[in-house]
């Protein structure tokens, strides 16, 4: 499995060189079929069932699917439960959860997507205001609505790629402050909004995070530049809010093109997981009041690098709130029971 050696992702700063790059993109599989969706995102993975104790050798090469497809994508996964969906995430590295938002009840480890406690419908990496923002996010769909509720991903990587060389050389230059004031979920639904104005409030003042991240990372373990941006972005360093605004939108828009965009119609039991560096990915909120729900654990990332070998730098960690004895239902966050 030589081929197959995937570098330490140290949880600490870490810069990568040529050396740490032992991914090969032209890897044979021998033990999972892949089937991309797009040349440049998306692949179905047929031939697992997904378990905690799948063997070392499966494991490593869905790590590598998912390097190379950015997002991956498994049907008919109804046996797993939200423990089982734990148990497969720790294969993956360290479950890291959410600094504002509770578990849900009777897990470790799991947040519950669920429409009646909010819709994420805004271009976003997952918890990008954190300095260590999950490298991979596995979500499993649990109730799909009649019509609509897609998901879409973005390659952050590709859009690097696509960049004309004066943007590459502008981009690989900034750097950007993330932050959780401000919120990409919220926007309220009527009938469930007292729900979602509870939530969406708990997570801007549970915890002020502030974190400057390089616009360009360095993928620790693919060594390609890849675009940190979406939905957290509050502004450049060194920019007003005015020109932080024109180049947040250029380079989104370089992001969310057609071409670098795989999207997935939910089936119950399906589970995606993507690679939370070098994507970005939305919810289309479509489907009117009906109900959508999914669960969904983060594994825990290292520090981004930039080009020039800086970390990424903690500016603001205020926590206001220990949100750890509150639990997530059907949308509701209260109390626990002890
Ligand atoms: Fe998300």
Not at 160 to 165: D, Q, R, T, V, W
Not at 185 to 204: C, I, Q, S, W
Not at 218 to 236: D, Q, S, Y
């Amino acid at each position: 499995m030589s081929q197959l050696a995937i570098a330490n992702t140290d949880v600490h700063t870490h810069i990568p060189s040529h050396a740490d790059h032992a991914y090969n993109p032209e890897y044979q599989y021998q033990h999972i079929q892949v089937n991309p969706v797009t040349v440049r995102i998306g692949a179905e993975i047929s031939g697992v069932k997904l378990a905690g104790d799948l063997s070392s050798d499966v494991v490593s090469e869905i790590q590598h699917a998912l390097l190379k497809h950015k997002v991956i994508f498994f049907r008919g996964q109804q046996h797993l439960t939200d423990l089982e969906q734990e148990a497969f995430a720790s294969l993956l590295g360290n479950p890291l959860n959410h600094p504002s938002v509770p578990i849900k009840d009777g897990t470790a480890h799991t947040l519950s997507i669920d429409s009646r406690g909010g819709r994420a419908d805004s271009w976003h990496t997952d918890i990008t205001f954190l300095p260590n923002y999950p490298k991979a996010s596995i979500l499993r769909n649990v109730v799909t609505p009649d019509v609509g509720g897609d998901t879409v991903w973005a390659n952050t990587t590709s859009a690097y790629a696509g960049l004309p060389p004066v943007l590459k050389t502008l981009a690989d230059s900034l750097r950007a402050v993330h932050t959780n004031a401000y919120d990409y979920a919220d926007h309220g639904v009527p009938h469930h909004a007292e729900n979602t104005v509870e939530n969406r409030k708990l997570f801007r003042t549970a915890v002020e995070i502030e974190t400057e991240h390089p616009l360009v990372r360095v993928h620790p373990e693919t060594g390609e530049k890849t675009l940190v941006l979406g939905h957290f972005f509050k502004r450049f360093s060194g920019l007003n809010s005015t020109d932080s605004r024109y180049l947040f939108e250029e380079f989104q828009n370089h992001i969310t093109q057609w071409e670098n965009i795989v999207r997935w119609r939910w089936a119950v039991g399906d589970v995606a997981i993507w690679d939370n560096r070098a994507t970005q990915h939305r919810a289309i909120n479509d489907y009117g009041d009906a109900l959508r729900v999914a669960s969904r654990v983060t594994i825990e990332g290292d520090i981004p690098v930039g080009v020039d070998g800086r970390p990424s730098q903690v500016i603001k960690n205020v926590k206001n709130q220990d949100i750890s004895n509150l639990r997530s239902e059907e949308g509701r966050i209260y109390e626990k029971a002890s």
